[in-house]
């Protein structure tokens, strides 16, 4: 009966198009009222407890680390350095989109903000170079969204915080797995575009990618000096992000000088605005979770789920496939807040990794951003790449499939994931 009240509060609430905070909150309140104990004052202590959290610092850093990339230069010399290794092949500016894509993803964390600055760059060109523009989109899209799985990532901040896992090891477990998502997407691109009856650009001489890796150094040395202190632990993640956030500011305002000291606060404003959304869902979240445990539906869950409980593979198949349910309908944040606490104790049960659980877990939500119909990567890009939400989709589900078909790669073969976890955290 509680497990139907919670979902029953929570789908219903959406489904009215009440926002997904105010959604959580109309849930606290259902189970409250259920176990008979309202009070407004738990609320409040809970909501104002939610957001009191030294992980969660990391958020509005990384999130204006990201902007100011974005704004101060960073981000297009990034793309540079790809241009003049990759651009004059076949097919060229795709690989540099999943090559920048990469390298972005190690910068910044954020999936729309890497989406949207290499939609900005990269659709006109690969365009006017001949290549579909949905198809380009649509890479561009499936590139943005390994920014959650390789460190430094959002993500993984409001897993950790949701579900007492370690956000340094998620950090480290994550480079690898988002090294092969970008693989997969160059190999699927290497298929589709053959077919595609383009123009390649001039081979750069040795020269100017010299100068393009020394232009870009600065932005290149950042994913360096975070997963070196993270290693070293010389910083914990939420001092990584104020690194990342003090380092990008000095290099687009004093050394790449695109930043101008007038254009800061609008970069500042910016970055607030998203982290009080983000925020709010997490306060809001928190108080639904402690109402969770309170109300006991972890164990609920072990109890409808007991079948699969002695096979782990097959457990995680299943957890998998309702994550990619729940991430069509909802955003990465909210999907972390609201299913982490109570698909957690249900994998430990069973004797599953909680790193290698959330590496699965964060990978599965980053493809819900690129799935319709809330898939935000995939209404961003439609928006800065002047292409409609049904030619995004389909010039997106090559990448789209290939994601799934990794995602459950690593579902049959963990060591895939769990030995270079084990070697990056020592």
């Keep these: 009966m509680t497990v139907a009240i919670f979902l029953g509060a929570l789908i219903g609430s959406m489904a009215l198009g009440i926002p997904i905070a105010f959604a959580l909150l109309i849930t606290a309140v259902a189970l409250m009222i259920h176990l008979d104990f309202f009070d407004a004052q738990i609320i409040a202590q809970n909501l104002i407890n939610g957001a009191d959290s030294f992980p969660l610092l990391a958020v509005p850093f990384f999130l204006l680390a990201g902007e100011v990339m974005n704004a101060g230069g960073l981000s297009k010399r990034i793309v540079n350095v790809a241009l003049t290794f990759v651009g004059h092949v076949k097919g060229g500016l795709g690989y540099v989109a999943i090559f920048a894509s990469v390298l ?89 575009s053959r077919k595609e009856n383009t123009e390649t650009l001039p081979r750069s001489s040795s020269k100017e990618r010299l100068h393009a890796i020394l232009d870009g150094s600065w932005a290149l040395m950042l994913p360096v000096i975070i997963i070196v202190g993270l290693k070293m632990g010389v910083f914990t993640p939420t001092e990584a992000a104020v690194v990342a956030a003090v380092y990008s500011l000095f290099v687009a305002v004093f050394v790449y000088k695109e930043l101008k000291l007038k254009d800061i606060l609008p970069v500042f404003i910016q970055a607030a605005t998203t982290t009080a959304v983000v925020m709010f869902l997490v306060a809001a979240a928190m108080v639904t979770a402690w109402l969770i445990t309170i109300a006991d539906l972890p164990s609920q869950l072990i109890d409808l789920l007991q079948p699969f409980m002695d096979n782990p593979t097959l457990l995680l198949v299943v957890i998998m496939l309702i994550i990619v349910a729940v991430g069509c309908m909802m955003d990465m944040t909210p999907t972390i807040l609201i299913l982490a606490p109570v698909l957690m104790p249900v994998v430990k049960q069973a004797g599953i990794d909680p790193v290698y659980f959330g590496v699965l877990f964060i990978i599965n939500c980053s493809i819900g951003l690129i799935t319709p119909p809330v898939g935000t990567v995939l209404n961003v890009v439609s928006g800065v790449g002047k292409v409609s939400i049904v030619d995004l989709i389909r010039g997106i589900w090559p990448f789209l499939l290939a994601q799934l078909t990794l995602l459950f790669l690593f579902v049959a073969f963990p060591d895939l994931i769990l030995v270079p976890a084990r070697w990056l955290n020592g």
């Design 104 to 192: 972005l993803a190690s910068l910044s964390g954020s999936a729309v903000a890497d989406s949207a600055a290499l939609a900005a760059l990269l659709v006109p060109m690969m365009v006017r170079a001949g290549h579909d523009r949905a198809r380009s989109c649509g890479l561009i899209a499936s590139g943005g969204i390994i920014a959650p799985v390789i460190p430094p990532s959002i993500g993984f901040v409001v897993f950790g915080v949701a579900s007492g896992v370690s956000i340094s090891k998620l950090f480290l477990a994550g480079i690898a797995p988002g090294a092969m998502m970008g693989l997969v997407l160059v190999i699927v691109w290497t298929l589709v």
